[in-house]
């Protein structure tokens, strides 16, 4: 079925709205100009009237040869007057003088209309006395008791007299041709920009190129910019896209990869003892014990790519609530206190009292506890954490260090990409799942707050980050 183009169908409505618009202005302008003129050409005719009557009364003569006298010297190119008693009979005509053979002028429009309102007239009308069509204009004369009426004939003078005026219709002609043109220019611009938004949208569908000449050069109306401003957000939705999609099978990668280290370790173990059923009890408790070190940081991995996956896809859905910090770090001081005796580390917790945000218990118990791991894992022995925290504005601003051996400039960075690591084989040894800067920043930001990470002048690894009180 064929489809007219939108902006021919515009093209088509407009012009049409327009042309019944410049139609009714003509009819409607001729008829006033008509009337305009008409009712000049009366009220010529009645001042003539009022003039005579005028002065008839100051001679105070009303005889046939007074009247023909008047009309002689007052002349008006094929004029005829004509004076009517109220029954209607003919008492005075200039042109026809056979009175008895008129008939009764009583039901003459002008005549009626001048014993009603005082005045009337009749357009284009034929005498039957002068055999010829006249223009009649009457004015009813109380003191006399008369309607004296005047007429001229509707000749060609007459009738070029009354014709309307026609430049108007030149103006609308113009005003239409400009209309027409302005509409075309505004139409096909239009209409460019449309099919190539068609074409666009056929070749998004398609998944085809969208780098071709015919998909720029729109034109500088908003239409223009509003279609360059979508080919632009689509490209770029599908460049981010196309991102996406390769960070997806790189994560998909890494995470195959770093679990393939544990299960191959469990695999391995396990293959040693089932084949081996002689081997010695120290020995299988020994692999057994490892077999859980390596379940136990598949665990970890898993835990942390699942809090991972919850922030992207539906952080709307973490319940916030108030959170006492120093509570929640004074517990992680406790849980790692071994660890660090270990390590013969120590934890200078200067934080204030009374730091209370707004957040996530879970997610906010990771981002100290994994800043906290990372520092026992690389700071190095005898090293020292140093926790502190002010408040500015609505936000606490959170500096966590550590004076250990901090990470070489060009490592930073990367720090909080996903199972980045700058000591790929120490890293493992520690048990780390290379996800928990990971998750430090994704919760910070989710809370609508900042986070970065330098080396401290001094030495170590200093990281500072904001969240809402």
């Not at 004029?79 to 005075?92: A, E, H, M, N, S």
């Not at 959170?398 to 909080?416: M, W």
């Amino acid at each position: 079925m064929f489809k007219t183009h939108v902006g021919t169908r515009l093209y088509v409505s407009v012009l049409s709205v327009f042309i019944v618009f410049a139609v009714a202005f003509i009819i409607f302008q001729h008829a006033r100009e008509r009337e305009y003129k008409i009712n000049s050409l009366n009220a010529r005719l009645q001042d003539y009237n009022s003039r005579m009557i005028e002065t008839l009364e100051y001679v105070g003569d009303h005889s046939e040869k007074t009247l023909d006298w008047y009309v002689k010297n007052h002349h008006m190119r094929g004029l005829r007057v004509t004076l009517i008693d109220r029954q209607g009979r003919v008492v005075y005509d200039n042109l026809y003088k056979n009175y008895a053979k008129m008939d009764s002028h009583r039901n003459r429009q002008e005549v009626r209309e001048a014993l009603v309102n005082g005045n009337g007239y009749d357009f284009s009308r034929s005498s039957a006395t002068m055999k010829q069509t006249y223009f009649y204009s009457a004015t009813y004369v109380p003191e006399l008791d008369l309607v004296v009426r005047s007429a001229l004939p509707y000749d060609n003078d007459l009738a070029e007299v009354l014709k309307a005026d026609q430049h108007y219709l030149w103006f609308t002609l113009v005003a239409m041709l400009v209309l027409v043109f302005i509409l075309y220019r505004f139409v096909s611009r239009l209409g460019d920009n449309i099919a190539k938004l068609r074409l666009f949208a056929s070749r998004a569908d398609h998944n085809e190129s969208l780098d071709t000449e015919d998909l720029v050069g729109f034109s500088g109306d908003e239409l223009g910019e509003i279609a360059e401003r979508i080919i632009k957000m689509y490209k770029r939705l599908k460049r981010t896209k196309e991102e996406q999609n390769v960070l997806k099978r790189q994560l998909t990668q890494n995470i195959a990869h770093e679990l393939k280290t544990p299960v191959a370790s469990i695999q391995g173990y396990l293959e040693t003892v089932l084949e081996n059923p002689s081997i010695s009890e120290a020995t299988k408790q020994q692999f057994l014990e490892r077999c859980y070190a390596q379940s136990q940081r598949l665990a970890s991995l898993l835990h942390d790519i699942s809090t991972l996956n919850r922030l992207d896809d539906a952080p709307d859905m973490v319940d916030f609530e108030t959170v006492d910090i120093n509570t929640m770090v004074g517990n992680i001081i406790k849980d790692t206190t071994l660890q660090m005796g270990e390590r013969n580390m120590a934890f200078d917790n200067r934080l204030p009292r009374g730091v209370v945000v707004r957040g996530n218990q879970s997610l906010l118990y990771s981002v100290f506890r994994n800043l906290t791991d990372n520092a026992i894992a690389y700071a190095g022995e005898g090293t020292t954490i140093t926790l502190s925290a002010t408040l500015e504005g609505d936000m606490w601003h959170f500096t966590f260090s550590d004076n250990g051996v901090g990470v070489p400039y060009e490592h930073l960075p990367r720090l909080f990409e996903r199972f980045y690591r700058v000591d790929k084989g120490r890293s493992r040894k520690m048990g780390g799942t290379g996800l928990g800067l990971a998750i430090v920043k994704n919760s910070v930001l989710l809370h609508g707050g900042t986070i970065t990470v330098n080396n401290n002048i001094t030495g170590g690894l200093r990281f500072e980050f904001t969240l809402k009180k």
